[in-house]
T-cell receptor, first 114, second 118 residues
Framework: AQSVSQHNHHVILSEAASLELGCNYS??????LFWYVQYPGQHLQLLLK??????LVKGIKGFEAEFIKSKFSFNLRKPSVQWSDTAEYFC????????????FGAGTQVVVTP | GAVVSQHPSRVICKSGTSVKIECRSL??????MFWYRQFPKQSLMLMAT?????????EQGVEKDKFLINHASLTLSTLTVTSAHPEDSSFYIC??????????????FGPGTRLTVL
């Protein structure tokens, strides 16, 4: 069965620190990959996505992610976080033939301290 | 940008009653919508795919008679939790895909509905 694994459930870091959140998936076929963010009390918002092309994807709010096919990974990075980046981050995958159906990772709660 | 709304945002009901949750795409049409369920401190789990003009397709383990889905128009899907029980208490989120907007082919999520069954 397909699965999505996020390595950290909870991350605490200081402002200006660098952030990297791991995401691995298990599926051998074509996948589309997403990172969503959920700020406290708000709905899920798309940070970035990868469908094809350049494996280094840039998203909104200074986030980027790198798709490494050989490692089945799609890690999220931000060089310097801000307090406003405190949120829950979800990695999601869908099968290439049904891009609307998403399988989510468990989520990573990120807390950025001033 | 593409917006998806849900109503109500929060509902409390007695065990045995039915609850209807609406999901609307406000500025685009969606022939397909998706319903997810999120338990506390857990990820979203896909429940079903709502198809305009045809039956919904349910994920394995989701009771179709328990969670009735109706996609009556290109902008509205409803999820009815029938004979709700406390174990149905959860956060229900819908999403709708669109090819328009900043992101191109992607999905937009509603704000969710918190259901509490007493």
């Amino acid at each position: 069965a397909q699965s999505v694994s996020q390595h950290n459930h909870h991350v605490i870091l200081s402002e200006a620190a660098s952030l990297e959140l791991g995401c691995n998936y298990s599926y051998g076929g074509t996948v589309n990959l997403f990172w969503y963010v959920q700020y406290p009390g708000q709905h899920l918002q798309l940070l970035l996505k990868y469908f094809s092309g350049d494996p280094l994807v840039k998203g909104i709010k200074g986030f980027e992610a790198e798709f490494i096919k050989s490692k089945f990974s799609f890690n999220l990075r931000k060089p310097s976080v801000q307090w406003s980046d405190t949120a829950e981050y979800f990695c999601a995958v869908n099968l290439g033939d049904s891009w609307g159906k998403l399988q989510f990772g468990a989520g990573t709660q990120v807390v950025v301290t001033p | 940008g593409a917006v998806v709304s849900q109503h109500p945002s929060r509902v409390i009901c007695k065990s045995g009653t039915s609850v209807k949750i609406e999901c609307r795409s406000l500025d685009f049409q969606a022939t397909t919508m998706f319903w997810y369920r999120q338990f506390p401190k857990q990820s979203l789990m896909l429940m079903a795919t709502s198809n305009e003009g045809s039956k919904a397709t349910y994920e394995q383990g989701v009771e179709k008679d328990k969670f009735l889905i109706n996609h009556a128009s290109l902008t509205l899907s409803t999820l009815t939790v029938t004979s709700a029980h406390p174990e149905d208490s959860s956060f229900y989120i819908c999403s709708a895909p669109t090819s328009g907007g900043y992101w191109g082919n992607t999905q937009y999520f509603g704000p969710g509905t918190r259901l509490t069954v007493l």
